[in-house]
């Protein structure tokens, strides 16, 4: 049998118990059809690059599927007919890795780091040759710099 990998993105609203509903559905539909679903990974819900149906956040999830095309376009009929998925995706390929996939590797990586975005230490860690402080070095004297009038010369 082919192998697939298998990703959708369900509602914001729905919480993630319903999502893993949703997977235990589409498991059971696999196996009616005589394939097997191999690793389910859950990436939580992250921000979208633009918005789908009023949402900016999704549920993604991630399936390995090893499955006749017949079951695959039966699965994917009836997400199109669930109002809670929002988009999905099918992808035939040769084997499954059996290692982590490259989101949760990297929301791993940010976790170690301390929290991914906004981890980035101090407000003068911005790279460049600036010195330990963050500032512009040396810019010699700049006179007084209070308010002047056009009429003070």
Request: aromatic share 6%.
């Amino acid at each position: 049998m082919p192998l697939y990998e298998h990703v959708f993105l369900a509602r914001q609203d729905v919480s993630a118990q319903q999502v893993e509903q949703m997977v235990e559905q589409y498991k059971a539909l696999i196996a009616e059809h005589e394939g097997s679903v191999g690793k389910v990974e859950t990436w939580g819900l992250r921000t979208l690059t633009y918005r789908i149906n009023k949402n900016r956040k999704a549920h993604y999830t991630l399936m390995n599927l090893t499955a006749s095309p017949a079951a695959v376009a039966e699965m994917e009929r009836q997400m199109r007919l669930n109002e809670d998925v929002l988009r999905f995706m099918t992808l035939k390929v040769d084997e499954h890795e059996e290692e982590q996939s490259a989101m949760m590797q990297k929301r791993d990586r940010d976790d170690r780091r301390g929290g991914g975005r906004g981890g980035r230490g101090e407000r003068g860690d911005r790279g460049g040759d600036r010195g330990d402080r963050g500032d512009r070095g040396d810019r010699g004297d700049r006179g007084d710099r209070g308010p002047r009038r056009f009429d003070e010369e």
